[in-house]
């Protein structure tokens, strides 16, 4: 990258005040000041300390390499703003423009000042623009980041509430399982499982699979690892919601689940739980 003049980090310094009134008007023009989940006061905030991050790193760094120390503020403060611009639910467009829209004030400013020497007016603007280029890039990549472990985040969630575990008894728990199973979300139901188990002392542990549309050799031999982890831990296990169709593709599939108990509901499998803990269940006279 080209390296921006003292002349234009001098301009840029005296004309603080100027810079950041068009920079928020290009930014308002884009609707960044109409937004509700970011205020006024924080924007304005959050122009005054870029400028002052982007001189201090132009007078004392290597416009040619944001990765010196000279610009690790100015990285970490971008890398702020990114996440901070993520978890709000901006997009990586809104949170780009952040930069891109102090382009055009730059170019004005220093249009004025070397209106008289068109060559040096032609390196400082190439400079600026790779500067802010750049420094946008390095803006997005951010964003990116933050907004894939957001994303990772909330699935993470997503798992652990789709696989509650539930107390129908004293020493009865009870996992009803929706969706298709795979080694993440198995992985989630063994350890919240278990964890319950140990936490409640329960002796039968019922994994509904009513909800689950399909059942081949993968999910098979994913229940069975949580069976085996749930018989590890010295409590029984009972399969309840194998449907007709479930029922037909385990035996066309060769599955042995011989020795693992199953019932067609839930409602069957709790009779044979209370039954095992020693409970009777009748009507009511």
Known sequence: MSELSHRTIDTVRNNEAQLLDRWSANLESSGATRDSRIGSAELESQTREFLRLFVAGSATGDAASLASNEWSEARTFLEKLSRSR??????????????????????????????????ELASQLWAVSELLDALGMHTIRAFQKSREEVIARQQEELLELSTPVVKLWDGVLALPMIGTLDSQRTQVVMES?????????????????????????????????????????????????????????????????????????????????????????????
């Open 86 to 119: 993520a978890i709000q639910g901006f997009d990586s467009h809104h949170t780009a423009n952040f930069i891109f829209s102090l382009k055009r004030p730059m170019f004005d400013l220093l249009q004025k000042e070397y209106a008289n020497d068109a060559a």
């Open 193 to 285: 499982l278990l964890q319950r188990i140990v936490e409640t002392g329960s002796e039968i542990a019922i994994i509904d699979i009513t909800g689950v549309p399909t059942v081949d050799t993968l999910v098979a031999q994913h229940l069975l690892k949580t069976v085996t982890a749930i018989r590890l831990m010295g409590a029984d296990a009972i399969i309840s919601g194998v449907r007709p169709q479930i029922a037909q593709t385990i035996v066309h599939l060769g599955l042995d689940l011989q020795g693992i108990v199953t019932k067609a509901n839930l409602a069957d499998a709790l009779a044979l739980a209370l039954k095992r803990s020693g409970f009777t269940v009748g009507r009511a006279s």
